[in-house]
């Protein structure tokens, strides 16, 4: 049984084979296994995203020169049908080039940005890769918040199985203090309901405090927390 998997988009993206770590347990008898797949795909780093209560796992993990970059926070909650809030819409075509530079510069509390492996700019076009093929299908709804009638803010959906999930958010610094966030998440909420869904996830970083209390402040609550490390070879 493969304890990796090769990550392909993420290995075309970077231009080195990545890969990720399939268990969120490890011991120094797995380690030595996984370590023996990842030099016989020629993997230059690995993923992991860990179990953030077992221990054994933080001991190895440290022990063989993984290094860490994020702890991620999964948030959930229960919807209710909501109206739709004031300007915000659909994305359209014209507002990705209004909304590139945003997403290249709004997504640096993500792990990537706290890898010195991954060069910065590099980082800021996989966000701005991100959105853009959230423009063109990755997601199932992107929704554009305007003020002045000008693209400020973004927000991608994705429906899951039985849930609705937040792929990527941001505010432009121009607009924020305005109660945008709080207007992405009500529309993101109705977009939800639309889809019949009653339920919500959305992931963020420890790092991230803002978006923490955007999305309490909306009666999302901790269900997960777990630690995202990545191992260079």
């Known amino acids: 049984m493969s304890r990796i998997e090769c990550l392909k988009w993420d290995s075309d993206f970077f231009g080195i084979q990545i890969a990720r770590h399939l268990d969120t347990r490890l011991t120094a008898e797995s380690w030595d296994l996984a370590r023996q797949e990842c030099v016989e795909a020629h993997v230059k780093c690995l993923y992991m995203l860990a179990d953030s209560n077992d221990l054994t796992t933080s001991l190895t993990l440290e022990a063989n020169g993984f290094h860490y970059t994020d702890t991620r926070l999964t948030y959930e909650c229960k919807i209710s049908p909501t109206e739709w809030p004031e300007n915000v819409r659909p994305a359209m075509a014209a507002d990705i080039e209004k909304l590139s530079e945003l997403a290249r510069e709004s997504h640096i509390d993500s792990r990537f940005f ?16 991100w959105l853009n093929n959230s423009f063109s299908g990755f997601a199932d709804a992107t929704l554009v918040a305007e003020v002045d009638q000008n693209p400020v803010a973004y927000v991608t959906l994705h429906r899951r199985n039985n849930y609705g999930q937040i792929g990527i958010i941001a505010v432009d610094q121009s607009a924020r203090g305005q109660g ?3 207007k ?14 009653t ?3 959305v992931v963020t970083q420890l790092r991230n405090l803002a978006a923490q209390r955007l999305y309490q402040a909306h009666g999302y609550r901790i269900s997960d927390a777990s630690h995202w490390y990545h191992c260079w070879f």
């Not at 706290?114 to 890769?129: A, S």
């Not at 992405?184 to 019949?196: K, R």
């Open 114 to 129: 706290f890898d010195p492996g991954f060069e910065t700019n590099r980082c800021k076009d996989f966000y701005e890769t």
């Open 184 to 197: 992405l998440i009500q529309a993101a909420h109705a977009q939800y309901s639309v889809w019949g869904l």
């Open 199 to 201: 339920r919500a996830e």
């Open 180 to 182: 945008i966030g709080r």
